[in-house]
């Protein structure tokens, strides 16, 4: 046999040497939930070691995890639910917590990049991602909000904006206004092929931001369709997007690969919640090994074409020894 392809299986360092994919921290995207209040961290009891933070208690977590190599976060609020309505006002009011917490960040750390969410739905009454009338998302009328929360965004010192509800249209909206003001190096990452998917439910624990009645079918996409990623990407692609997001991430690998093959732009993959906790929930019953299966997971999602992994398991693999 002139081929044997164990000789390059055979020990530890040919191993690396002929290893294809790899990941680093500069791949990471740190989702991070922020909550009213002062020295508060709140355990989410479906994201074991995942916690809302209080500004100040947040800006300690950023540091720390700045010192590991993590330095790009994304971050979700949660909202009181007296301060939402069915305009989702309070998401570009001037001073709002969230607001004021990425002023902090870029000021305390200019180095950190903030990558912001752009949804109605943590601001909302309603609980959906668009403006409700009579049962209905209206697509247009809620661009008109999603316009001022970026912008509202962009003033606060954001760095990567990150349009997650899905309507038509809004990458492009969104990218004139912040032009015309004059945030051209502002990038988007567009939530490109966000499929109405179950494994959102410890997120939606986490920012309690379920909607109050119907489903989100109408605008994210159906887990059953792939080619249907390929007209979300051109779009956003010829709509001005710096990134194309899949979301999620472990159950979609052939849509991360089909649009890595078919778009040059910086392809990302989110880890949602819902895989998270799976593998946190198998790993302490002792039915899996965690970290190894946190890497093999993040591996996937880096060989199918995702430059960038949004994770929860971001601090995690930063504090790893010897990977």
Known sequence: MLRRPRRNRQSENIRRLTQETTISNDDLIFPMFLTEGNNKAI???????????????????????SKKGINTFCLF?????????????????EGNIYLSTIKKIKKEFPHITIMTDLAMDPYSSDGH??????????????????????????RAGADIIGPSDMMDGRVGYVRELLDNEGFINVSIMSYTAKYASAFYGPFRDALESAPKSGDKKTYQMNPANSREALIEAELDYMEG???LMVKPALSYLDIIKL???????????????GEYAMIKAAA???WLDGEKTMI???????RAGAKVILTYFA????ELKGY
């Open 77 to 93: 609020p949660q909202i009181e639910e007296s301060l939402k309505d069915k305009h989702a006002s309070e998401s570009h009011r």
């Open 284 to 286: 302490q019953n002792g």
């Open 43 to 65: 355990e989410i009891a479906s994201m074991p070691g995942i916690y809302r933070f209080s500004s100040d208690l947040l800006l300690k977590e950023i540091e720390d995890c």
């Open 259 to 273: 649009l890595h093959d078919n778009y040059d732009l910086p392809i990302a993959a989110y880890n949602v919640s």
């Open 315 to 318: 601090k995690e693999f930063a």
């Open 241 to 243: 997007a710096d990134f």
């Open 129 to 154: 991602d668009g403006f409700v009338e009579n049962g209905n998302i209206l697509n247009d009328e809620t661009l008109i909000i999603l316009g001022k929360m970026a912008l509202a965004q962009a």
């Open 296 to 302: 093999e997971i993040l591996l996937s999602m880096k």
